[in-house]
């Protein structure tokens, strides 16, 4: 039995892991999806002030006065980032942390600094107040390959999905990420994804057949894979 801590990217808050969390229950493991400050039912607290630094602090307060220990820390796309930096300050708490297509952040950089200019200069057109907008179903259709959204997905995820703070991808992460570097980690690549596999030297690989929200999409799949991660 593993302590999983669930984290969503962009948009999604502990909401999007209801379709996983049975699974990995049902396998024995303790649970917690959490949601970040500006998404799910803490969007109210969202501000300009919400950057890369909040949301990490958002998981290391989750871990630290929930008492967790020997945490697998499992973060979907844009979460790698904060999920990184957080357990780069609680290595001692973290046994495992499991990325999920996600983001990975570098030391003393922004995710927009390390984001070609075309991509930034085409999110930055969208934002308003302050907030990335959910993706359109033609952004989703152009840029996420196969990503294996139903109509009745789109419609979940819209029906909760909130814009997200532009800060976190303007903050740098920081300067010394060496402690996250000595921690097991796995990557989950989803092969609908574009794009090739990355090359993650220090991380054991694993390819999901699934689109880029597979809690969405291949949530009994995505459990099994997670549950293995904690095993191993």
Not at 6 to 22: D, K, S
Not at 102 to 108: F, I, K, N, R, T
Not at 153 to 176: F, M, S
Not at 188 to 196: A, E, F, K, L, R
């Amino acid at each position: 039995m593993s302590t999983i801590v669930l984290v969503g990217g962009m948009f999604l808050g502990a909401w999007a892991w209801e379709r996983v969390t049975p699974s990995l229950t049902a396998h024995g493991h303790r649970v917690h999806p959490l949601t970040l400050t500006g998404l799910g039912d803490r969007a109210h607290l969202g501000s300009p002030a919400t950057t890369l630094t909040t949301h990490a602090r958002d998981i290391t307060a989750a871990i630290e006065y929930g008492g967790l220990n020997e945490v697998v820390l499992v973060a979907h796309s844009y979460a790698g980032a904060p999920a990184t930096v957080a357990a780069n300050a609680i290595p001692e708490r973290i046994a495992r942390v499991v990325y999920v297509a996600a983001s990975l952040p570098e030391p003393g950089r922004s995710l927009f600094d390390i984001t070609p200019a075309f991509i930034v200069e085409a999110i930055m057109a969208t934002v308003r107040d302050g907030l990335i907008p959910v993706m359109s179903d033609e952004i989703i259709d152009t840029n996420l390959g196969e990503h294996g959204l139903t109509p009745e997905d789109r419609a979940w995820l819209r029906a909760r999905g909130v814009g997200h703070p532009i800060g976190t991808y303007q903050d740098p992460a920081p300067d010394d990420l060496d402690a996250v570097r000595k921690l097991p980690r796995t990557y989950v690549t989803c092969t609908g994804d574009p794009g090739d596999q990355p090359d993650l030297p220090g991380h054991d690989m694993v390819a999901l057949d699934s689109g880029h929200w597979p809690m969405i999409t291949r949530p009994v799949e995505l459990a099994r894979v997670l549950d293995e991660a904690a095993r191993s």
